[in-house]
């Protein structure tokens, strides 16, 4: 069979869609949302290409309606772990010996079925089941999954290129290998593309997956995987599973052919996961590889040479995006007493305008939050907040969770720079901004660099140089995702491969080729052309 050097269609971020009114797309969406809502799904397991039903199963509603029940999932019980586990097994003896662009094929369909037929719906769920209005929706679970797929692709090509020197004698090259056994991927409820990107990277690169999905991300995970399966991922090579994260995840980790983790989420589980391999080291056929994104308590620097309208403009949306919800949301701020009249001024102008509801209605900003739990700990801050003398709330402070789970955007000024809310992770939509003195602007660098264990995102706004060189320098360790003159949110992938380091992950940045090569064993091989036939060297002659 003739066979060829294969260049990938070069790789392009999807467009983002306007959603404004009267366009095609969100007449689209709408219909779609609203079949969705207004009708019911079972979400079975998915396990070497089957749909299993385990009889056994919860309901899911959306953060912003709870009592409305827009479906069913199914709840995995260990032997269908256990089936996981042997049937990608079995699976890995075709899917690591299938030509990679063949696997690549099958990818870059799913991110055109993305693209188009399935962008309505993958946006539509996200819509429902997390909460998102239709731009974050559009920009996440379309585009950013469309735009890992894609670069995936050629990140892998990229990584194949690269080779040693050969000579004349012998023909040097390294073969990028899957990893020994299957790897495991648990995902986030907050981003639809990291979910699907998690489990898909790695099988590209030719591994074996087990899959489990937050349980608030399941109808949207759905979605991924019918895409999946159109676009020809071969039974057993990702298998989706619901349920108890401890039973699920100590059936995959006393799998001696456990071999890797792709993990999003928080903080101190990624620590216990990483602890638990730990102590099941000496049973795994090789290292697991552990990858791993969690937690930010992401800062905003202003300069008092600042552009106040824009210090402003980042807060609101880098902190109320999304209510809060993503890893790099901001989170604490730390402004000049010089900017911070006209700074808290915009901000509450702002936040008057804001609409917050049901994301059906587009006219919305803020939604609710993902559920109860994160409710009630938001609730409990802010009432603190309200108590104490520290803290001030200058703008929100109401929360109702009657029909759905309202957060009012919500502002704390703190008198204490390490005041509580400065340095907990909150994942809601607040923000706590200590005011310090103009001239205190490197020992207010020295605090942000010191507040908080995470370093995922951060930016500095000002309009001296100097000013942004310096923090640059100061708070190098304190961000992974580092933004000048920028809100520390949006990464895009291609463009600002995304991950921190302390206590925000391994920083293996999603989105580029660094992450990719987590999930390869190379092999060298070398073949000599002219073998010796002597044992005798040189030095060796009398």
Not at 18 to 23: E, H, I, T
Not at 444 to 449: A, E, N, P, S
């Given at each position: ?16 869609k ?6 095609p797309?969100?007449?689209?969406v ?6 969705m ?6 979400v ?7 749909h299993?039903?385990s ?76 909460s ?18 894609r ?21 040097n ?8 056994g ?21 099988a ?35 298998n ?107 901000v ?32 409990k ?6 108590a ?47 005011v ?6 490197a ?7 010191e ?18 060189t310096?923090a ?24 600002q ?33 002219v ?12």
């Open positions: 069979m003739g066979k060829g050097f294969f260049n990938v269609p070069v790789a392009v971020n999807e467009p983002v306007s959603y404004a009114p009267g366009s797309e969100r007449d689209a709408l219909k779609t949302y609203k079949a809502f207004n009708s019911k799904v079972d079975p397991l998915y396990i070497n290409g089957k299993v039903e009889g056994n199963t919860r309901t899911m509603s959306p953060p912003h309606d709870h009592k409305h029940i827009v479906g069913t999932y199914h709840i995995a019980e260990q032997k269908h772990i256990d089936d996981a586990i042997s049937t990608a097994l079995e699976a890995r003896k075709s899917w690591s010996l299938m030509p990679w662009e063949q696997r690549a094929g099958i990818f870059l369909k799913a991110a055109e079925l993305i693209a188009g037929p399935y962008r309505a719906k993958i946006n539509a769920a996200t819509m429902i089941a997390q998102k209005t239709i731009h974050q929706a559009e920009i996440d679970a379309a585009c950013e999954l469309i735009d890992f797929l670069f995936n692709v050629q990140f892998m090509t990229d990584i194949y290129m690269e080779q040693p020197e050969s000579t004349s004698d012998a023909w090259r390294v073969e990028y290998r899957p990893l020994e299957f790897t495991y991927a648990v995902t986030p409820f907050n981003f639809t593309a990291i979910a699907g990107n998690l489990p898909a990277c790695m590209l690169m030719g591994n074996v997956v087990v899959w489990k999905p937050s349980d608030s991300q399941v109808y949207s995970a759905k979605v991924i995987m019918d895409i999946f399966e159109e676009a020809g991922v071969p039974p057993g090579v990702i989706i599973v619901f349920g108890d994260p401890v039973m699920i995840t100590n059936t995959v980790m006393a799998s001696p052919d456990f071999s890797g983790l792709h993990f999003t989420g928080s903080t101190f589980i990624f620590k216990e996961l990483w602890k638990q391999i730990g102590n099941n080291i000496h049973n795994y056929k090789t290292y697991p590889r552990i990858v791993g994104e969690t937690g930010g308590k992401d800062f905003i620097v202003a300069h008092k040479s600042a552009n106040a309208k824009q210090v402003a403009t980042a807060i609101v949306r880098g902190a109320f995006e999304f209510q809060g919800q993503k890893c790099s949301a901001a989170s604490r701020a730390y402004i000049p007493k010089s900017l911070w009249n006209a700074v808290k001024d915009f509450i102008e702002d936040l008057k305008s804001l609409k917050m509801g049901s994301p059906e209605d587009m006219s919305n900003f803020i939604t609710a939050v993902i559920h109860e739990g994160s409710f009630d700990k938001l609730a801050y802010i009432d603190g907040a309200k104490d003398a520290d803290a001030e709330i200058i703008a929100g402070g109401n929360y109702d969770k009657s029909k759905g789970y309202f957060i009012e955007p919500t502002v704390i000024l703190a008198k204490d720079p390490k005041y509580t809310t400065m340095c907990t992770e909150l994942f809601g939509p607040v923000i706590t901004i200590y310090y003195e103009d001239d205190a602007y020992e207010t660098l020295k605090l942000v660099d507040t908080s264990e995470y370093a995922l995102t951060g930016a500095i706004i000002s309009k001296d140089r100097y000013a942004v310096q640059t320098e100061a708070l190098q360790n304190a961000a992974g995702n580092f933004y000048i003159n920028d809100k520390p949110t949006g990464a895009v992938v291609g463009q491969p995304f991950g921190g380091a302390r206590a925000s992950g391994t920083n293996d940045k999603a989105g580029s080729a660094q992450n990719l090569l987590r999930w390869v064993s190379p092999r060298m091989i070398k073949e000599t052309f073998t010796p036939t002597d044992y005798r060297y040189p030095f060796l002659g009398e």
